[in-house]
């Protein structure tokens, strides 16, 4: 049964940012803010990037503003000035990002304005921008969310969430069902994903752990993983991928949400997530850790891998 | 482009026959095709290029830095730098690889007869010139004065080694060879200093002369403005582009300057035409 | 000529096809996507959903081998592929968006050098084109010239009628070969009239005065308010119907290998990289640009063509929501 998502509150959560963004860049307390605005289609919204209060009025928060912006502050993105402060709007699961980059020293808290907003979900990749959010729209990944207040940010519109539904968890079920799937059966099912992938790279281009100024497959000397398109190749990069954000991936989904094949890429991400978990006792959140799992060692390590 | 075949991509092999080390990381490979018919078929006009695989790393674009008066055989000159170059280096005498072409347009000889020729070249840039030199040396009666103005950062950076003092040494040709501040060693005879400075102390004459200019986008950029000050018109001013190339013939999209392609409507191009681009290469 | 067809008589006629061991591309579920792939059965299509690639991989593959080496000493041995392999394919259930792109294609891919990897599968292959009954607000085939019925690039054109099944049209020798081979199956037009077409809601583009335009403005700060969000991916290049970049890559060992042909874009970062580390377009914003260019200005003033047919999948799929619409309905209100 289709249920209703409540977003009512997300017409006050844009006059709040509006009003926070006008003051802080009139004030001089940040360079720039990288918020959303709306689009040409109905009901879209789009990343931009206003350095003049005048520009304020244009930022909005809708169930379409989907995109995790942190990705433009990282050095991979050369084109967005990274002079003084910046503001950024995030959501709980782009901020679990920021936190992740700062832990892994690519970003300095000081350096950032949070503007955190409370959110109630957004609309899944297939769904067209003017839909109404509901359990049937919504993206997968809001189902299982445990941050729709992001903590920590310097200003966060003092607007309640309204309850929302209790929406199942269709990761979890996914995994679950995966996991019990003989090795062989598994490898058909991700092979028949994979057979889509056309190596577009979105996965990799909006990915905020993704920073590295040339990646190791962009590499020819020597070409650690093939460019072709086809399964071989497409295996190695995506596993590469995984391998590459394992304990560090913090679980926006934006992979998944921009792959124009809906391969199900976040499905490996919180399967490594989970590994994590069980491994290393990590998890992404809100507190910024700059002893990842996988950059450090200790003695209590599991090592039952070594046979 | 391969004899035999429809297959506008399948190369043509060829034997390494002679292999010159210009410089610690710059080779010239002498090449002579395999195939009895292309051997005896294949022409080309200066400043025409080809694709020459190492099979296994890939292609890489150079000019065909040999004369097309040298029959027999085709030549070019690269340095080592990428994964297909460095590849091409590690290749020995009696190694086969792939040429495919030629690709672009060239320059136009004949309407440089009865000219004065200035060649001005930096570097490695100095073979996208040389197959013209040889050109005109081969016809040389058909041509006035002939300048070569060519400098490199230091001594062991200049190519052709050989071929200069073979410059130097004819009656015919006026040679003034440059190292950069600082690049010559205690026998060097030549001059010292860039080659734009060079170029104007030698100040050769812009009456009925064509330049031809070739060297690193920071040469080129000081190298016109000195013709200009001599006098050459930029319809008399001849230089050669290259860009990131894969196809090397006008379907891949990649080696655009605006809506030039630089495989097609190139590699040749007069000062001219250069400027009309967008400054995009 | 123009003929009926009933649903069931052209599921006939596409498993007849099959039957006779010819590919039959259509829009096909692939794991939960719509794309336009082989099918085995006429049951498989789905002529509900615009597949999400363009349908171009029938003439210009995502990868194909070109050649395939071998090294034996200091010997090797090239094997060339035989054009007169790629197989007979009937293309079929093609909007007037894809359609469109393929006469446009044939320019640059017989471009002086004959690519025979495309000209040949575009000889062996017979488009079956279907209009368009829905829109949604990222089409935009009507604002660069095309329409929801427009032929283009159709041997075959099929037009869905109220009372059922399609009023076809035969746009070439292709077209009305299958038809003549076909006849019990294709009927005299009937008198029901078509299905009311899509109306893609977007202004007209002058795509001249776009070209005007982008002629002089090479150098513009509009380019980096545009493209600045672009994350450099390949995503809007490989569904579009027109974008036709490729790359060129040996794969294998020095022992053995294949030359292979894969789709490029020129999103990357990568694509004018020159080894000594040079870039000509070395921020998104000037990669962006050659885009918009390139389809709407270098195409046109190379071959007389736009590069651009208004699908909208760009729109529709890029991570950032650039609107190659919006961005020229920009250009329009420019000046």
């Known amino acids: 049964m289709t249920q209703p998502i409540d977003t009512s509150i997300y017409a006050d959560v844009t006059e709040a940012i509006r009003s926070e963004a006008a003051r802080v860049l009139t004030e001089g307390q940040v360079s720039a803010v990288v918020g959303y605005a709306a689009a040409r289609r109905k009901g879209s919204a789009q990343p931009i990037v206003i350095s003049d209060a005048a520009d304020a009025g244009k930022l909005v928060f809708t169930a379409a503003c989907v995109n995790n912006l942190a990705v433009y502050l990282t050095k ?232 | 482009m391969c004899e035999h075949s429809k297959n506008i991509y399948l190369p043509n092999l060829a034997t390494i026959d002679a292999i010159v080390e210009e410089t610690p990381d710059v080779r010239t490979l002498r090449l002579v095709f395999q195939d009895e018919q292309v051997r005896d078929n294949f022409s080309f006009r200066a400043g025409q290029f080809a694709e020459y695989s190492a099979f296994g790393a890939g292609e890489s674009t150079f000019c065909i830095a040999s004369s097309p008066t040298r029959e027999g055989y085709i030549e070019c000159c690269f340095r080592a730098s990428g994964r297909v170059t460095e590849a091409l280096r590690g290749l020995e005498v009696g190694d086969t690889l792939g040429v495919r072409g030629p690709y672009g347009n060239s320059f136009p000889i004949e309407d440089f007869f009865g000219k004065n020729l200035v060649f001005v070249a930096g570097g490695i840039a100095l073979p996208p010139l040389r197959t013209v030199i040889w050109n005109c040396l081969d016809l040389r009666e058909k041509f006035g004065d002939i300048t070569i103005v060519y400098g490199a950062k230091t001594e062991a950076d200049l190519v052709y080694k050989h071929e200069l003092k073979e410059w130097q040494q004819r009656g015919d040709v006026k040679l003034v060879k440059t190292v950069d501040p600082g690049g010559n060693g205690p026998e060097w005879d030549g001059k010292v200093g860039f080659v734009p400075t060079i170029l104007e102390e ?80 | 000529m123009q003929k009926y067809i009933s649903e069931q008589n052209f599921n006939a006629l596409l498993d007849s096809l099959i039957k006779a061991g010819k590919r039959v591309v ?21 002529m509900d959903q615009l597949p999400r690639r363009s349908g171009k991989e029938a003439f210009f593959p995502l990868c194909e081998d070109i050649m395939s080496y071998e090294k034996e000493g200091q010997k090797i041995e090239l094997k060339d592929i035989d054009p007169a392999r790629f197989p007979e394919t009937v293309l079929v259930g093609v909007r007037p968006c894809d359609a469109a792109a393929i006469p446009v294609l044939d320019a640059v891919f017989s471009w002086d050098y004959k690519d025979e990897f495309f000209l040949e599968r575009r000889n062996k292959t017979t488009v079956i084109g279907l209009a368009c009954t829905r829109a949604d607000d990222a089409c935009f085939c009507t604002a ?14 099929l037009t869905p009628l109220a009372g059922g099944g399609y009023g076809c049209v035969t746009y070439s020798d292709k077209g009305e070969a299958l038809v003549n081979a076909n006849t019990e199956l294709f009927k005299e037009p009937n008198d029901s009239g078509a299905l009311p077409l899509a109306e893609p809601q977007s202004e007209t583009f002058d795509l001249k005065r776009v070209k005007a335009w982008l002629d002089e403005h090479f150098e513009d700060p509009s380019w980096d308010s545009i493209a600045t969000r672009c994350v450099g991916c390949g995503a809007c290049a490989f569904v579009c119907p027109a974008c036709h970049c490729f790359d060129i890559v040996d794969e294998g060992t020095e022992k053995a290998g294949k030359r292979r042909k894969n789709w490029d874009a020129c999103g990357f970062w990568k694509f004018t990289h020159h080894a000594s580390g040079h870039n000509p377009r070395d921020l998104q914003p000037k990669r962006y640009r050659n885009r918009i260019m390139h389809k709407f200005k270098y195409y046109d003033d190379k071959f007389g063509q736009t590069l651009c047919t208004g699908c909208g999948r760009c729109i529709r799929l890029c991570p950032v929501g650039i609107d190659i619409a919006a961005v020229l309905e920009a250009i329009m209100k420019d000046e």
């Open chain 1, 76 to 307: 991979a993105k050369k084109e967005i000035p990274k002079k003084g402060k910046i503001g950024i709007v995030v959501k709980g699961c782009d901020l679990k990002a920021l936190v992740g980059l700062m832990g892994e020293s690519q970003l300095k808290r000081e350096e950032l304005y949070l503007i955190g907003v409370p959110c109630a979900g957004v609309l899944a990749s297939t769904i067209q921008p003017n839909t109404e959010l509901t359990s049937d729209t919504i993206a997968p990944k809001c189902r299982e969310c445990d941050a729709h207040l992001p903590v920590g940010c310097d200003f966060v519109p003092g607007i309640a969430l309204r309850i929302q539904p209790q929406l199942e968890e269709k990761y979890s079920a996914e995994i679950a069902r995966l996991e019990a799937m003989p090795p062989g059966e598994r490898w058909a099912f991700w092979k028949e994903q994979f057979s889509k992938c056309i190596k577009c790279y979105a996965c990799r281009q909006v990915c905020p752990f993704c920073f590295c100024e040339q990646c190791l497959c962009d590499r020819n000397k020597p070409q650690m993983v093939e460019t072709t398109p086809r399964p071989a190749g497409n295996f190695a990069w995506h596993i590469v991928r995984a391998m590459h954000l394992a304990g560090r991936c913090a679980g926006c989904a934006e992979c998944e949400r921009v792959c124009p094949m809906d391969i199900p890429l976040n499905l490996l991400n919180r399967k490594m997530a989970r590994e994590l978990k069980e491994l290393f006792g990590h998890e992404a959140g809100f507190e910024v850790n700059d002893k990842g799992p996988l950059t450090t060692f200790t003695e209590k390590d599991d090592q039952s891998f070594i046979k």
């Open chain 3, 144 to 157: 660069v010239g095309l329409s929801p019925a427009d032929p283009k690039g159709a041997d075959l054109f």
């Open chain 2, 202 to 281: 030698a100040a050769p004459s812009a009456e009925n002369s064509i330049a031809l200019v070739c060297g690193p986008p920071i040469m080129i950029k000081f190298t016109l403005p000195v013709l200009e000050r001599l006098g050459f018109s930029d319809d008399a001013i001849y230089t050669t582009l290259e860009n990131r190339m894969k196809c090397g013939l006008g379907k891949c999209g990649r080696c655009n300057v605006g809506n030039v392609y630089v495989c097609k409507d190139g590699p040749v191009f007069t000062a001219k035409q250069v400027k009309a681009m967008p400054q995009e290469f």
């Open chain 3, 26 to 46: 259509a829009p096909r579920m692939n794991a939960g996507t719509p794309l336009y792939e082989p099918i085995t059965a006429s049951g498989e299509m789905v």
